[in-house]
């Protein structure tokens, strides 16, 4: 008999428990014939929120055009759109030849990884993330090496941390602004004590702001781009999946901005649009949504505004889960998120991989546990905000019964 065939040793260390073990229990329920109500993925259209139709006509109408390869950094159109959607948020001096158009921000990261690291070397990423930031710099040989967001500051980044965590293999740091899995939204104060640290030790600023435009209770974004020095390289991630609700599309991008950054980056900068053109290049059709997205209606805010669905159901969120004894979650300022904090004196878990697996057996619900997301201690959970509001408020009421006669 052959000897089994394994995967290989650099996925020894990668890890993505948002679509994990878990979520294949929850789809042999299914199979069985029980609902789940998944809280575990950030994905706007199965809750109801579809893409605006001008996106989706402007897409179907540019089908015949759509059929071939275009340039490996994207259509000239769509790249000319978010040059100028850089001049809108104030991040000087990108270019056409700045922005580079991939299939989601997901194979963004993965790509700008690949061409930074070298074995060994470290990319400072949040406690909490975003998962895929650490999967990505191990994949790429790189080290992963996390830095704590504070809690009690509103889940603000530790600066103490980050400039303990420096070392001489230290090559980038990455930002997730609006964040997930918190909802924080850094004021700019924040940014630019990260930005003097990070130009200090000459390292590469990986901005993730794809909630950008996903703001309650009238908080303001401000780009990473638009704070740094013109000395520094940042490199900024969005996309349509969250404000436009075009997940399904995979179309995002990535802006080099920094005129003196890019000038010291040339070679970096290579091996991204090396990267790009063996890809040979991103979807397509999806690229004719980026125009209209950015540059007509923001429907966005009707939702997120008084009034508007997604507003409401971060409120029920929030309020029912601080309702809970022993619960308690720091208010979301933006995305589409919640992290609360499971006080360990109330319950005392020791393993929240089996607490998610527990919940989904006994009340359907799909949640993703806190050390998922690469924080240290099993305390917390992430509860996406997108279902309708009483089916949040419900799921609260069994998730807080479930913790009621919970023990391990």
Same mark, same amino acid.
């Given at each position: 008999? !052959?000897?089994?065939?394994?995967?290989? %040793?650099?996925?020894?260390?990668?890890?993505?428990?948002?679509?994990?073990?878990?979520?294949?229990?929850?789809?042999?329920?299914?199979?069985?014939?029980?609902?789940?109500?998944?809280?575990?993925? @950030?994905?706007?259209? =199965?809750?109801?929120?579809?893409?605006?139709?001008?996106?989706?006509? *402007? $897409?179907?109408? !540019?089908? &015949?055009?759509?059929?071939?390869?275009? *340039?490996?950094?994207?259509?000239?159109?769509?790249?000319?759109?978010?040059?100028?959607?850089?001049?809108?948020?104030?991040?000087?001096? +990108?270019?056409?030849?700045?922005? #580079?158009?991939?299939?989601?921000?997901?194979?963004?990261? /993965?790509?700008?990884?690949?061409?930074?690291?070298?074995?060994?070397?470290?990319?400072?990423?949040?406690?909490?993330?975003?998962?895929?930031?650490?999967?990505?710099?191990?994949?790429?040989?790189?080290? =992963? $090496? %996390?830095?704590?967001?504070?809690?009690?500051?509103?889940?603000?980044?530790?600066?103490? *941390?980050?400039?303990?965590?420096?070392?001489?293999?230290?090559?980038?740091?990455?930002?997730?602004? =609006?964040?997930?899995?918190?909802?924080? +939204?850094?004021?700019?104060?924040?940014?630019?004590?990260?930005?003097? /640290?990070?130009?200090?030790?000459?390292?590469? /600023?990986?901005?993730?702001?794809?909630?950008?435009?996903?703001?309650?209770?009238?908080?303001?974004?401000?780009?990473?781009?638009?704070?740094?020095?013109?000395?520094?390289?940042?490199?900024?991630?969005?996309?349509?999946?969250?404000?436009?609700?075009?997940?399904? #599309?995979?179309?995002?991008?990535?802006?080099?901005?920094?005129?003196?950054?890019?000038?010291?980056?040339?070679?970096?900068?290579? @091996?991204?649009?090396?990267?790009?053109?063996?890809?040979?290049?991103?979807?397509? &059709?999806?690229?004719?949504?980026?125009?209209?997205?950015?540059?007509?209606?923001?429907?966005?805010?009707?939702?997120?505004? &008084?009034?508007?669905?997604?507003?409401?159901?971060?409120?029920?969120?929030?309020?029912?889960?601080?309702?809970?004894?022993? $619960?308690?979650?720091?208010?979301?300022?933006?995305?589409?998120?919640? #992290?609360?904090?499971?006080?360990?004196?109330?319950? &005392?878990?020791?393993?929240?991989?089996?607490? $998610?697996?527990?919940?989904?057996?006994?009340?359907?619900?799909?949640?993703?546990? @806190?050390?998922?997301?690469?924080?240290?201690?099993?305390? %917390?959970?992430?509860?996406?905000?997108?279902?309708?509001?009483?089916?949040?408020? *419900?799921?609260?009421?069994?998730?807080?019964? #479930?913790?009621?006669?919970?023990?391990?």
């Amino acid at each position: 008999m !052959n000897s089994p065939i394994r995967k290989s %040793h650099k996925l020894d260390n990668v890890c993505y428990d948002i679509r994990g073990p878990v979520l294949d229990h929850a789809k042999r329920l299914e199979d069985e014939g029980h609902r789940i109500l998944k809280l575990n993925i @950030g994905n706007p259209a =199965p809750f109801g929120f579809e893409a605006p139709e001008e996106i989706l006509q *402007d $897409v179907m109408r !540019n089908l &015949p055009t759509a059929q071939g390869y275009c *340039d490996s950094k994207g259509l000239y159109s769509a790249r000319k759109a978010i040059m100028q959607e850089c001049q809108r948020k104030g991040i000087p001096g +990108v270019g056409i030849e700045d922005v #580079f158009i991939g299939n989601g921000v997901s194979e963004l990261i /993965v790509m700008a990884m690949q061409a930074l690291l070298n074995d060994g070397d470290e990319v400072l990423i949040p406690a909490p993330d975003y998962p895929l930031w650490t999967a990505a710099a191990n994949l790429s040989g790189g080290h =992963p $090496v %996390h830095y704590l967001c504070d809690e009690n500051a509103g889940w603000s980044p530790d600066i103490a *941390d980050i400039r303990d965590k420096i070392t001489a293999r230290t090559r980038a740091i990455v930002l997730i602004n =609006p964040n997930n899995p918190t909802g924080a +939204v850094y004021p700019p104060t924040v940014v630019k004590e990260i930005l003097a /640290v990070a130009r200090q030790h000459g390292l590469v /600023v990986f901005s993730d702001e794809i909630y950008d435009k996903i703001l309650y209770d009238g908080v303001e974004h401000v780009s990473t781009g638009a704070l740094a020095e013109d000395d520094q390289l940042v490199v900024t991630m969005n996309g349509l999946s969250k404000s436009y609700r075009c997940a399904g #599309f995979r179309s995002g991008w990535m802006i080099l901005s920094g005129g003196l950054g890019k000038q010291n980056a040339e070679d970096f900068i290579q @091996g991204l649009t090396m990267l790009a053109s063996m890809r040979l290049c991103a979807n397509v &059709p999806a690229q004719h949504a980026i125009q209209t997205g950015l540059g007509g209606y923001q429907s966005i805010n009707d939702l997120i505004l &008084p009034g508007g669905r997604l507003l409401a159901q971060r409120n029920v969120v929030h309020e029912k889960l601080n309702a809970i004894p022993g $619960v308690s979650c720091v208010k979301p300022m933006g995305a589409l998120y919640a #992290f609360p904090r499971l006080d360990p004196e109330v319950y &005392p878990i020791h393993d929240d991989a089996q607490m $998610v697996l527990d919940l989904l057996l006994q009340e359907r619900i799909l949640l993703v546990q @806190g050390t998922a997301f690469n924080w240290p201690t099993p305390d %917390h959970v992430r509860i996406v905000t997108l279902p309708w509001a009483d089916q949040l408020g *419900d799921a609260i009421d069994r998730f807080a019964r #479930f913790l009621s006669r919970y023990r391990q």
